[in-house]
C-alpha cells in the first residue's frame, strides 16, 4: 500500500516531463526505489540513472528494474561537465546541507540550455496551511531548508538558469497521509 501511495504522482510527473523533453540522457537524484526510473525508461527509450544514497533503496532498483544507480552523493559520483540531458531532483534539495553548491554542481552536469526538473516543498502550500505544524514538509531534523519560490528562482537564475518555470503539479498521496499521521499523533498527545 506505502509503495501505491508514494508512486501516485508518477503518471503525471512524467508526462509534464516528456513535454519538455522527449529522449536523452536523464538522472534522477534521490531516486527512492526506482519507479519513477522506470517510468521514465519506458517512455524515453534511453538512458536512465540513479543516485541515491542509502544503498538498500539503490540495490532494490537495481534488482527490480534493472537500472544503473550509484550509491553515494552527487558529489561522490563526479560525472563530466555537460553530461545529462535531463536532472530530476523530487524532494532532495531541502536535505541538502549546502543547496547553494548542490544546484552549482547540477549546472555542472547538466548540458547548457537542457532541463532540471525540481520539487520542493512549498511552506505557503493548502496542504502546509491545513496541517500546520504537523505538515510533512516541516518534516524536521530531516528538512533542513524551506525554498519560498522567489527566493529558489533567484537562485537558480544567479547560478546560471536562463529560464526558470514554477509549476504546481500538486503533492502526491504520501504527503497527505504523513502530513495526516503526524496531526492524529499530535492530537493524540495533547
Not at 10 to 38: E, Q
Request: glycine share 8%; charged share 20%; hydrophobic share 40%.
Amino acid at each position: 500500500m506505502g509503495e501505491v501511495i508514494q508512486n501516485y504522482g508518477l503518471p503525471r510527473r512524467t508526462r509534464f516531463i516528456l513535454k519538455k523533453r522527449k529522449a536523452g540522457k536523464l538522472i534522477d537524484v534521490g531516486c527512492a526505489k526506482g519507479s519513477f526510473l522506470n517510468e521514465m525508461g519506458k517512455n524515453l527509450g534511453q538512458q536512465v540513472n540513479g543516485i541515491k544514497l542509502v544503498e538498500i533503496a539503490a540495490q532494490t532498483a537495481r534488482e527490480r528494474y534493472d537500472i544503473d544507480i550509484f550509491t553515494g552523493s552527487l558529489f561522490d559520483a563526479k560525472y563530466v561537465e555537460d553530461s545529462w540531458d535531463v536532472i530530476t531532483l523530487f524532494d532532495v534539495l531541502e536535505h541538502s546541507s549546502n543547496p547553494s553548491l548542490f544546484l552549482i554542481e547540477i549546472f555542472r552536469i547538466l548540458k547548457p540550455g537542457d532541463w532540471l526538473f525540481l520539487k520542493v516543498p512549498h511552506h505557503a502550500s493548502y496542504q502546509a496551511r491545513l496541517f500546520g505544524h504537523a505538515w510533512v514538509g516541516y518534516e524536521t531534523p530531516q528538512h533542513l531548508f524551506c525554498f519560498p519560490p522567489c527566493v529558489l528562482t533567484n537562485k537558480l537564475r544567479e547560478i546560471g538558469f536562463a529560464k526558470v518555470e514554477i509549476n504546481h503539479l500538486g503533492s502526491d498521496y504520501f504527503v497527505w497521509w504523513m502530513s495526516i499521521s503526524g496531526w492524529l499523533n499530535y492530537k493524540k498527545n495533547q
